[in-house]
């Protein structure tokens, strides 16, 4: 396997979500434009698009307001090698809450439809879902490159050393073999392999970014699936996400996962996702087509 020593995936990450207001161009839409990551297979993945149309969206409010939900919609798969261009339209601004709505287009057709709400921090009511116990430390666990270190492919180099985040699975990845269980239930320790700018949007925005990359595996390994299986066709629909409270990606995040519901070569998956402390900082849900040989 050929690895680029000089390769920095967070200056990456930092790079992809940095992008330029295109000279200032406007019409109904603020615009902006981004470029892609590499991928083997030059098509464009989900969460870089989610993120980048967050940042889009985050530069047109003012700065107290931070991102608190979205919910998009993927509809025409991404071409790495062309860049991309955002329109933000502005739906509102009240005292408390701004609304945003955010399309990702190539070759003038959208690829990601997107609307986002953005709040000033506020107090009220507080509770959550207790983070799981029995979990192993991210420290105790393998990293994504020493469990694909024997395969000489360019997904597998793609997926150790090219990702922006650290990704460490609680379970038996199901990256090239199904897992030893057939559960529709994942968790992922994450994080930046780096530390980050300061900046509140900025890391929300790169936690809707890395909460794509392993979303569906409940799905997969609940079905005795890995992501090599032969003949098999995987693409996310949508993508819904709630943050809760303040994160830092450069910090260690529990990823929990599970999959309610498998029907119609649809499944759907749903996430939690915790800090070192315990404190439920995002949930996430996602639909993605999965079609396998018959």
């Keep these: 396997m050929s690895i680029d020593e000089s390769f920095d995936p967070t200056a990456s990450l930092l790079e992809l979500l940095d992008l330029s207001s295109a000279g200032g161009a406007k019409t109904y839409e603020?615009?902006?434009?981004?470029?892609?990551?590499?991928?083997?297979?030059?098509?464009?993945?989900?969460?870089?698009?989610?993120?980048?149309?967050?940042?889009?969206?985050?530069?047109?409010?003012p700065e107290?307001?931070?991102?608190?939900?979205?919910h998009g919609y993927f509809?025409?798969?991404?071409?790495?090698?062309?860049?991309?261009?955002f329109g933000v339209e502005r739906l509102?601004?009240?005292?408390?809450?701004?609304?945003r709505r955010s399309h990702a287009y190539q070759n003038g057709k959208p690829i990601l439809s997107m609307i986002a709400s953005f709040q000033i921090p506020d107090s009220g009511l507080d509770h959550q879902e207790e983070m799981p116990a029995g979990i192993p430390e991210p420290e105790d666990l393998p990293t994504t490159a020493e469990l694909l270190q024997d395969f000489d492919h360019p997904v597998a180099e793609a997926w150790s050393h090219r990702r922006?985040?650290?990704?460490?699975?609680?379970?038996?990845?199901?990256?090239?073999?199904?897992?030893?269980?057939?559960t529709p239930h994942n968790a992922v320790w994450m994080k930046t392999f780096k530390p980050m700018p300061d900046g509140e949007n900025l890391h929300r925005a790169a936690l809707a970014y890395a909460s794509d990359y392993?979303?569906?595996?409940?799905?997969?390994?609940?079905?005795?699936?890995?992501?090599?299986?032969?003949?098999?066709?995987?693409?996310?629909?949508?993508?819904?996400?709630?943050?809760?409270?303040?994160?830092?990606?450069?910090?260690w995040l529990l990823y929990v996962q599970e999959s309610p519901s498998a029907s119609?070569?649809?499944?759907?998956?749903?996430?939690?996702?915790?800090?070192?402390?315990?404190e439920l900082v995002a949930t996430v849900a996602q639909e993605g087509m999965v079609r396998i040989p018959q």
């Design 164 to 182: 922006p985040m650290d990704i460490r699975h609680v379970m038996d990845p199901v990256y090239v073999r199904a897992g030893r269980e057939k």
């Design 64 to 70: 107290d307001r931070v991102m608190h939900s979205m």
């Design 264 to 278: 119609a070569a649809r499944g759907l998956s749903t996430g939690r996702i915790f800090n070192r402390r315990g």
């Design 30 to 61: 603020d615009i902006f434009v981004g470029g892609s990551q590499s991928e083997p297979r030059k098509r464009i993945f989900g969460g870089q698009v989610l993120g980048q149309s967050l940042v889009a969206a985050s530069r047109t409010v």
């Design 214 to 251: 392993t979303l569906l595996e409940p799905v997969l390994r609940g079905h005795g699936l890995s992501w090599t299986t032969p003949g098999m066709s995987i693409a996310s629909l949508d993508h819904a996400m709630w943050w809760h409270r303040p994160v830092r990606v450069d910090d």
């Design 92 to 99: 509102r601004d009240g005292r408390s809450f701004s609304a």
């Design 75 to 85: 509809l025409r798969p991404g071409d790495t090698e062309l860049p991309i261009t």
